[in-house]
């Protein structure tokens, strides 16, 4: 066998020997009745969409208690549930059997999950990875080994798909290909491919104003003809795949607008548990609801979210580049998590993704990206008894980008615009200032995380405190967030568009 190829195996099924490893380890709600969590909602709705009609996937009745972990996902989800929930109806009846399977646990159903997650991201997720990092040309095979490795081994996703149990990997594996498409110039497939992953998930949203202003941008560069037929083929694209999902729902009115109701809860709170954004953190100690009516809220959160998106989404279509696109996607997804309604604490995983691509330009800031990220978790990650499997993953991620990448030891203040801006204009500042404040940052916000994540598990808060530390945990994460945003921001904006030639010009007026 071929030694590149070889080595490329290894770092693959090292990735999915770590994942297994973490499956065997307890899951959402486990053992706690009546609800349970994520792992028997997932059941549930395999359960559901086996057992009843389609147009009763969506409604509350007699058969579907809306109260009970209804569906509220796109329909691209309810498919992948009635494929999984026919393979473990055959499997075992039952496992999906309605009404009678509630809360069903055995550790052959926790099998088949794992294995059900495995071989959705083994199909999707893994492939795109490998494929992004095999087209960075200027990379060796090493390199590029490594770099796959890397990416394969982000804690955040695979304590939340192989641990508390979910699929995100197929929702952001979808908007990878999409990355990649685009990235390459295929229009048309980029489209459709983040039209799927906003038809598996929602939360896909996040990501959506880089996509359009990119595309957008990038026709407004043409002349005038090519560029009009360009955004007719990606609209064609982006109206074909969504009719293609959601035509079973187009039939009546009223079933597509229970559809829409169902994913976007407006009707809940702002935000789910305590979650690492403003407005979870505000509200130690400003109580939004004693002066906010519902829909005020709901107006505040957009307004603010449209006001964050702005700078970068207008860069972005104005001065479109690849480089900024994937940039702009941080900052997207960062500015809904912030400051977005209906926020949960795993929607910071629709960051991390983009993040993650830049592993191999900015090694530094996005190996503390992720750190932090998978940390903000660890609320929801002590419930489900996954903690030291948090932090074994976290190890593991970090030794991975040190030996592939030289993250943790790269010098931080390489490639960052206001080193370089404070350089050109600001002579008398000390030469390293900026890399000892950064490097002592992020040593301290490490050790911040250490501390408090070893509080949450081995003190006790006061009675008159019970959420304490995971409130905590929010805010600090929090501030972290902030700061990362205004980073990000501050990297793209300084960032270099693609420039219209003379040529181009002339022909758009032509």
Known sequence: MDTRFGTLCTAVVFAVFVRWAVSLNSYSGMGKPPMFG????????????????????????????????????????AYHMWLCGKVAGWINPDWTALFASRGYESYEHKLFMRYSVLIGDALIYIPAVLLYCFLQKKFSHTQKVLLSCVLLLFPGLIIIDYGHFQYNSISLGLT????????????????????????????????????????????????????????????????????????????????????????????????????SNIWCSLSVVVKFRNFLSHEG??????????????????????????????LALVNSSLVFFLFSFQVHEKSILLPAL?????????????????????????????????????????????????????????????????????SKNLPWLPNRMFFYVVKSGFYASLMGALFLGLLSVAVPPPSSLPDLWPVLISVYSCLHFLGFTLYYHIVQLMAPGTKETTVQKAKKTQ
């Open 38 to 77: 994520d792992y028997e909602a997932q059941r549930h709705w395999m359960e559901i969409t086996t057992s009843l009609p389609l147009k009763q996937w969506y409604f509350n009745g007699t058969d579907n208690d809306l109260l009970y972990w209804g569906l509220d996902y796109p329909p691209l989800t």
């Open 354 to 422: 983009p993040v993650c691509l830049l592993l191999p330009w900015r090694p530094f800031t996005s190996t503390w990206f992720l750190t932090i990220a998978t940390f903000s978790m660890l609320p929801l990650l002590v419930k489900d008894g996954l903690v030291m499997a948090t932090l074994i993953t976290s190890i593991l991620f970090i030794i991975a980008v040190e030996l592939g990448l030289q993250g943790v030891s790269s010098d931080p203040t390489v490639g960052c615009p206001v080193c370089i801006w404070s």
């Open 176 to 275: 990878l290909w999409a990355v990649i498409a685009l990235s390459h110039g295929h229009e048309v497939l980029c489209s459709a491919a983040f039209m799927l992953a906003l038809c598996y998930k929602q939360m896909s949203l996040y990501h959506a104003m880089p996509f359009f202003c990119y595309l957008l941008g990038k026709c407004w560069q043409q002349r005038w003809t090519k560029g009009f037929f360009s955004l007719c083929c990606i609209g064609v694209s982006v109206l074909a795949t969504f009719a293609f999902v959601w035509l079973p729902f187009l039939t009546e009115k009223d079933l597509f607008l229970q559809v829409v109701h169902r994913i976007f809860p407006v009707a809940r709170g702002v935000f789910e548990d305590k979650v």
């Open 297 to 326: 809220l709901l107006s505040l959160c957009l307004a603010t979210t449209l006001l964050g998106l702005a700078p970068s989404s207008l860069d972005l279509l104005f001065r479109p580049s690849v480089n900024k696109f994937k």
